[in-house]
C-alpha cells in the first residue's frame, strides 16, 4: 500500500491535546484543519482565536482551518490525527471512515482502551474497518508530552508508531520541529499499552502523594508500575524494548510527576480523602485513566497478568476501597524475588 505525500492534516479533538497538535503544525506550515463536536465551542474559537475553555494563553494561527463539520475537515487529508476520548473513540471514527481516501495515514494520540472490548484505539479503528473496501496506515502518536508545554515550544520529544515503516517515518516527519522531535517505531501494540496504563500508574502516584508519602513510596511505584505495563504489553506481543523509552518510561515519569497530570490529579484528590464522582465533576477535561483502569484490569485478569498496583487503583475507584487499605494490602503481599 502505497505512502501518500501529506498536503493537508486533519485533527479531529479540539481538547487541549488536540488543539496543541494543530497549533504545532500550523506553526510550521502545514496545512491544518482542526474540528471540534460542538458547533459552539467552534464559534467561540473562531471568534477569539483562542481555545479559552481548553488551552487558554495561546492564539491560534491565522492559517488554521476551524470546523465542526468532519467532511469539511477530513476531505483531501492525507493524513487525519484522531484525538476524542477513548470512550467516544469509536462513535466518531465510524463516522470519519467514509469520508478517509485510499492509503490515509490515520494516527491514534488518544491514550486509552476501550471499555467493553477492552481494544486499544488502532484495533479499534482495524475492527471498524473490516467492511471498508479501502486500505489505510493506521498508527499511533504517544510520549512525554503535556499539551501547554508543546504549545509553548518547550522541547517536547515524542514517538509515532505504524506496522509500516514508511508510514512511521512519513508521520514523523510530519511532526518534527526544531523543539518537538519525534522518533519512528513498528511497535503500535507497544506505544498504545504504555499510553494507556501509564495513566493508571499516575492515578497510584497521585493517591501517594495525596496521603502524605515521600519521593521513595513515588519511585517504587513508578518501577514496579512499569513492570506490570511491560508484563501486559509482552503478554499481547509488545517489544518489551518499548518500555524503557519514550513511551514507556518517559511518559510515565512525567505523568506520575507532573503538576498537569490530570490523572495524578485525580489521585491526589482520593488520597485527600475525596470522593471520585466529585472530583470529576469539578475538571473540565477528561482524565483517562479512571475508565482505563476498568479496561486495563479486566484485560489483565483475562490474560492472567499480575498487576497488584493497577488491582489496587481498581479497587479504590470501582469498589469504594480505602487509599490506605490499598497501600496496605500492596506491602503486605508474600515476598519475592524482583523480576521485570
Known amino acids: 500500500m502505497r505512502i501518500p505525500k501529506i498536503n493537508k492534516t486533519a485533527v479531529i479533538g479540539a481538547g487541549s491535546w488536540g488543539t496543541s497538535l494543530a497549533i504545532l503544525l500550523a506553526r510550521k506550515g502545514e496545512q491544518i484543519s482542526l474540528w471540534g463536536h460542538e458547533p459552539e465551542h467552534i464559534e467561540e474559537l473562531k471568534k477569539n482565536r483562542e481555545n479559552i475553555s481548553f488551552l487558554p494563553g495561546f492564539k491560534l494561527p491565522a492559517a488554521l482551518a476551524l470546523t465542526s463539520d468532519l467532511k469539511e475537515a477530513v476531505t483531501n487529508a492525507q493524513c487525519v490525527v484522531m484525538v476524542v476520548p477513548s470512550h467516544a473513540f469509536r462513535g466518531v471514527f465510524k463516522k470519519v471512515l467514509p469520508l478517509l481516501a485510499e492509503s490515509t495515514l490515520v494516527v491514534s494520540a488518544v491514550k486509552g482502551i476501550e471499555i467493553g472490548t477492552r481494544m486499544t484505539m488502532n484495533e479499534v479503528m482495524v475492527d471498524e474497518s473490516k467492511q471498508s473496501h479501502h486500505k489505510y496506515h493506521y498508527g499511533v502518536l504517544s510520549g512525554p508530552s503535556f499539551a501547554k508545554e508543546v504549545a509553548e515550544n518547550q522541547p517536547t520529544a515524542v514517538t509515532v508508531a505504524f506496522k509500516n515503516e514508511d508510514a512511521a517515518i512519513a508521520v514523523q516527519k ?9 522518533y519512528s517505531s513498528t511497535d503500535v501494540v507497544g506505544l498504545e499499552i504504555s499510553g494507556a496504563m501509564k495513566n493508571i500508574i ?16 513515588r519511585a517504587a511505584l513508578i518501577t514496579r508500575g512499569l513492570a506490570e505495563i511491560s508484563r501486559v504489553g509482552v503478554a499481547l506481543g509488545a517489544d518489551k524494548a518499548t518500555f524503557a523509552g519514550l513511551g514507556g518510561m518517559g511518559d510515565l515519569v512525567l505523568t506520575c510527576t507532573g503538576d498537569l497530570s490530570r490523572n495524578r490529579t485525580v489521585g491526589l484528590a482520593l488520597g485527600a480523602g475525596k470522593k471520585l464522582d466529585h472530583i470529576l465533576a469539578e ?24 498487576i497488584p498496583i493497577i488491582d489496587q487503583v481498581y479497587q479504590v475507584i470501582y469498589e469504594d476501597k480505602s487509599c490506605r487499605a490499598a497501600v496496605n494490602d500492596l506491602f503486605g503481599r508474600d515476598l519475592k524475588k524482583e523480576n521485570c
Open 174 to 182: 510530519l511532526f518534527s520541529t526544531d523543539h518537538f522531535r519525534t
Open 202 to 217: 499516575a492515578i497510584a502516584a497521585g493517591i501517594s502523594d495525596g496521603l502524605g508519602y515521600g519521593l521513595n513510596t
Open 283 to 306: 475538571m473540565t477535561m477528561v482524565a483517562e485513566g479512571v475508565k482505563t483502569t476498568k479496561s486495563c484490569y479486566n484485560l489483565a485478569k483475562k490474560m492472567d497478568v499480575d
